[in-house]
């Protein structure tokens, strides 16, 4: 405890409180008054339930955790719990989850090729085991000893045909193992499919407050190296873990059963040595592979910021700075791989140096059986057994030292590869436990079990504001811990009549955004409640709320496809008539037909191709296009020229007739014909009231933003930022927005 508040001790995201009791953390300063939820005893525990606005939910494990995600907005600037933190799921519970793919309930077909491939394996196996014998009896042949089924044979003959059927025996093992990896290629690939779906719609059901936070670049690299992980576990618990580990048997029963106890014992013994120091030397390694990885992780996130902001890196000459960053990045990343790549020879050397020693203590155990004129153990035994005769059992031949070496060099290729598979599985352990963890991770907001749609229309499309008290929470970088900072909302109340256009205007950063997140649910009010057609947002299907709003915002982003598929997004049903239409409608139709490729045009990356006044305009299209109630703008017209905004705005007071509008404006040109203006400061309604009514008072804040914007005197706070400037600046800006230089 650290001041009566619990102490971070855990994750970026999942944050567990060491508390001695409930009363203890919901004492806490930082927490109290935040959320209202209830306890209830479920099988004999205390499990804290989850509801709307909560910052507090319990941990399946029964531990209290602390979603950090759960504090709202980018001021937060949370590191990506998905690349930041431990894996908090074992091992154990990654490869079950992993398996249930593997075998689904509801797919017998995949089932059915991980039981042939088995089949397979297991067959590849025991015609490889046979191998080393045919050479054997080759081997005999040519020594003179011709096999009882090859009869009078010449032992050239003998050993002829003995070879053949050893060729034969190596194409078949090895048809075998190709064989079994096209049967379970569906079956692991419909796996990698079916995770990176649930992650790609997990990752849209997580709500803005994660996506905020997070580093598009790092995580990406990270979905891809879990999914790369997926696939190297499956073949290497497939075609190497269970194939080797069921070799190593059959090997060593084989020793054991010909050559007795001490050849058996010898090899069994070099190669749990060799597994041993490979699986510790790769613990070891491990290390420098995670840093490895992080480096790699930074540089890619950093050339991906970099080249997203291409234009401001130009705007301010700072290529090489670019350059130099990355570069520190990548010189990190080098040196991670250094030490992985020398790492990687002592190993290396060290596997190497069991197995010659081990090979080379087993060949000399069986040579010595074989100069000393010892017969097969397992020869004698049956023999013995049959007849009673000892004469009758063979000696070892040269044969059975060409048969150990061939069994422990067909052991030696997949324990060559072991400290490979085991770091590999180890690093693909970790890269899926990131993936796990992040489906582990719920939305902040959700709707609530079995929640009903929302029904609304024109008729009672209202929004309405009751007491409403919203901040963001941010992590203190001193002690880690969350923190609230002021309120942006504080007792806010306000509300929308179906059918009017409301303006909301303020001075930045008094919540005039936020508003617009907190009516689409984006985020949960800390208390009070938000109302859409009267009902509760918490309360009804968050899917159905979202259908039921159509917003224009300030930043447009578009996709990187044609100008129509951006168009057409806002409705996909659209037909190609309706989406020429709301082009129209927002004045955009004009530029694109005078495109080269008209709406087939690219517009690049986030829609860096086109300008900012043309990706307000599409934005204002696609929602038309979306035919919803509720229309919100948010600073909808900002990059365009008064006579553009001016059209385009009669032109949507002609086709939205009778849809709610909410218009978010820093421009009071733009909302002179709102039904109402509501002017926020401090969290709060200060004023209302129609354009004329908010003029005609001559102390009104609107009238005072108004005289300002109609002069182009700047406003008082901004002047009063710029004259904070340092005493060493040349100039600063005076309140009759000349320009006064310091002599």
Excluded at 137 to 143: K, N, T
Excluded at 176 to 188: D, G, I, P, Q, Y
Excluded at 638 to 656: C, F, G, K, Y
Aim: glycine residues 6%; proline residues 3%.
């Amino acid at each position: 405890m650290i001041n009566g508040t619990p102490k971070i001790l855990a994750t970026t995201y999942k944050c567990v409180f060491r508390s001695t009791s409930f009363s203890q953390l919901l004492a806490s300063k930082s927490v109290c008054g935040v959320f209202s939820s209830t306890f209830h005893n479920v099988n004999g525990r205390q499990k804290l339930l989850y509801k709307y606005g909560d910052l507090l939910h319990f941990h399946p494990t029964g531990a209290l955790a602390l979603r950090l995600q759960h504090s709202h907005g980018p001021s937060d600037n949370l590191s990506n719990p998905a690349l930041e933190q431990k894996a908090i799921l074992s091992d154990w519970t990654i490869i079950r989850r992993l398996l249930k793919y593997v075998w689904p309930q509801d797919r017998p077909e995949i089932r059915l090729r991980v039981v042939a491939a088995m089949f397979l394996l297991l067959s590849s196996k025991f015609v490889n085991v046979l191998v080393p014998f045919v050479f054997k009896i080759a081997v005999d042949c040519l020594s003179g000893e011709t096999p009882i089924l090859l009869g009078d044979t010449s032992p050239s003959v003998a050993a002829t045909t003995i070879l053949i059927s050893y060729g034969l025996f190596r194409a078949t093992a090895s048809g075998l193992n190709e064989l079994r990896t096209a049967v379970f290629a569906k079956a692991a690939l419909s796996s990698i499919r079916e995770v990176g779906v649930q992650v790609f719609r997990h990752m849209h059901n997580l709500d803005l407050s994660y996506h905020l936070g997070r580093r598009t670049g790092a995580l990406g690299k990270a979905i891809d190296r879990g999914a790369r992980g997926i696939n190297f576990i499956l073949t290497a618990m497939v075609f190497n873990l269970f194939p080797t580990t069921f070799e190593v048997a059959v090997v060593t029963g084989i020793l054991y059963y010909k050559y007795g106890v001490a050849a058996s014992t010898i090899a069994l013994s070099c190669i749990a040595a060799y597994t041993a120091f490979t699986f510790a030397v790769t613990r070891w390694r491990t290390q420098f592979r995670v840093q490895m990885n992080k480096a790699d992780g930074r540089a890619a996130s950093q050339a991906t910021d970099s080249l997203i902001n291409y234009e401001t890196v130009k705007y301010f000459n700072n290529e090489e700075r670019e350059a130099e960053l990355y570069d520190k990045l990548q010189a990190q990343y080098e040196e991670a791989s250094i030490r992985t790549t020398t790492s990687l020879a002592v190993l290396n050397f060290g596997q190497a140096a069991i197995f010659s020693v081990g090979l080379a203590a087993t060949m000399i155990a069986v040579a010595n059986q074989v100069t000393s004129g010892i017969t097969d153990p397992a020869t004698a035994a049956h023999v013995l057994e049959a007849t009673g005769i000892s004469s009758l059992a063979k000696s070892l031949t040269v044969g059975d030292l060409v048969l150990v070496n061939g069994l422990l060099f067909q052991l030696s290729i997949p324990l060559n590869f072991l400290g490979t598979v085991y770091r590999e599985v180890r690093q693909s352990l970790i890269d899926m436990s990131t993936m796990f963890t992040l489906l582990e991770l719920a939305p902040t907001v959700r709707s609530l079990p079995n929640a009903p749609n929302i029904h609304i229309d024109r008729s009672n499309s209202s929004v309405e504001f009751r007491d409403v008290k919203f901040t963001y929470y941010t992590k203190d970088p001193k002690d880690s811990l969350l923190k609230p900072g002021k309120f942006i909302c504080d007792g806010l109340s306000f509300k929308v009549e179906p059918g009017q256009r409301v303006a909301i205007v303020g001075e930045s950063g008094t919540g005039k955004s936020t508003i617009v997140r907190l009516i689409y649910r984006f985020f949960d009010v800390s208390s009070g409640s938000v109302l859409v057609g009267g009902q509760d947002v918490r309360s009804v299907n968050l899917e159905s709320l979202r259908h039921a709003i159509a917003v224009i915002p300030q930043d447009t982003v578009l996709f990187h496809n044609t100008i129509f598929y951006n168009l057409q997004y806002g409705n996909l049903k659209a037909t190609p008539e309706e989406v020429y239409e709301a082009a129209r409608l927002s004045n955009v139709a004009n530029a694109i037909e005078r495109m080269p490729h008209g709406y087939d045009t690219q517009v690049g990356e986030r829609g860096l191709k086109l300008s900012g006044g043309e990706k307000q305009r599409i934005a204002i299209a696609r929602a038309l296009l979306k035919k919803a109630p509720i229309l919100v703008y948010d600073e909808a017209t900002s990059s365009l020229d008064s006579i553009t905004e001016h059209t385009i705005l009669q032109r949507l007071a002609e086709v939205t007739p009778g849809i709610t509008s909410l218009v978010i404006a820093h421009r009071l040109s733009t909302i002179i014909d709102a039904d109402e203006i509501l002017v926020l400061r401090n969290g709060r309604v200060s004023e209302r009231g129609t354009h004329s009514s908010l003029l005609s008072q001559p102390d009104s804040y609107y009238r005072q933003l108004w005289d300002q914007q109609r002069s182009g005197i700047l406003p008082t706070t901004i002047t009063s930022a710029t004259d904070n400037c340092n005493s060493n600046d040349n100039y600063k800006i005076s309140n009759s927005g000349s320009r006064d230089t310091n002599t």
